[in-house]
């Protein structure tokens, strides 16, 4: 397992935007498919987006995803927040993706990073 490690979170004005990052402190399986979920409050993670290792993406809303294999590293580029994508945002790795991503499930992503806090402020 390689650790993840969630970075950009903090707090914005709706309208505003953030990338958040994910960092993998090594080599990954060249074919996993990385997720970005999200949890708000009082509500059950929920995938965000995610993108393959062959860059197919999907994507909720507002937000892009992209991934630069040659640093191990996977964005989640958000526009125009608004107060309900304030949450705790999560990158994931499915290991066992061959090339596709298998869906949107949290529970088919075994590797997680700890976590970056967004906040959006009306």
């Known amino acids: 397992q390689v650790p993840l490690v969630e970075s950009g979170g903090g707090r914005v004005h709706a309208g505003e935007s953030l990338r958040l990052s994910c960092a993998a402190s090594?080599?990954?399986?060249?074919?996993?498919?990385m997720g970005w979920f999200r949890r708000a409050p009082g509500k059950e993670r929920e995938r965000v987006a995610s993108i393959s290792s062959i860059g197919g993406t999907t994507v909720k809303g507002r937000f892009t995803v992209s991934r630069d294999n040659a640093k191990n590293t996977w964005y989640l580029q958000m526009s125009d927040l608004k107060p309900e994508d304030t949450g705790i945002y999560y990158c994931?790795?499915?290991?066992?993706?061959?090339?596709?991503?298998?869906?949107?499930?949290?529970?088919?992503?075994?590797?997680w990073g700890p976590g970056t806090e967004v906040t959006v402020s009306s």
């Open positions: 994931a790795e499915d290991s066992r993706a061959e090339g596709q991503c298998r869906g949107g499930e949290a529970s088919l992503f075994q590797y």
């Open positions: 090594g080599d990954i399986y060249s074919r996993s498919c």
